[in-house]
Nanobody
Framework: QVQLVESGGGLVQPGGSLRLSCAVS????????MEWYRQAPGTQRELVAR???????NYADSVKGRFTISRDNAKNTAYLQMNSLKPEDTAVYYC???????????WGQGTQVTVSS
């Protein structure tokens, strides 16, 4: 079955960087649009960044210029490079894959990112 596994979260000081990874298995990765969401306690899950199967990207206004989404089809992995991190970026980060043919969507289990001094 389709599985998405995030990694790379952790504790970082304000101004620091982290790179999240989302490894996809059980399917043909290149046929998926990939997205990163985040959810802080007491808030709704929000879309952070998206990369299409063709490599087009878009970002939430709150992370533009600081976060970069990318993908490596040879490694079946999507990434989220996060720079200049702020305390308000603290959340559980989830990746989601969307099959471009069936529109089926799959979630990873999430990885915690904490930005604190």
């Amino acid at each position: 079955q389709v599985q998405l596994v995030e990694s790379g979260g952790g504790l970082v000081q304000p101004g620091g960087s982290l790179r999240l990874s989302c490894a996809v298995s059980g399917t043909i990765f290149k046929n998926y649009n990939m997205e990163w969401y985040r959810q802080a306690p007491g808030t709704q899950r929000e879309l952070v960044a998206r990369i299409t199967s063709g490599g087009y990207t878009n970002y939430a206004d709150s992370v533009k210029g600081r976060f970069t989404i990318s993908r490596d089809n040879a490694k079946n992995t999507a990434y989220l490079q996060m720079n200049s991190l702020k305390p308000e970026d603290t959340a559980v980060y989830y990746c989601r894959g969307e099959n471009i043919a069936t529109m089926n969507r799959y979630w990873g289990q999430g990885t915690q990112v904490t930005v604190s001094s």
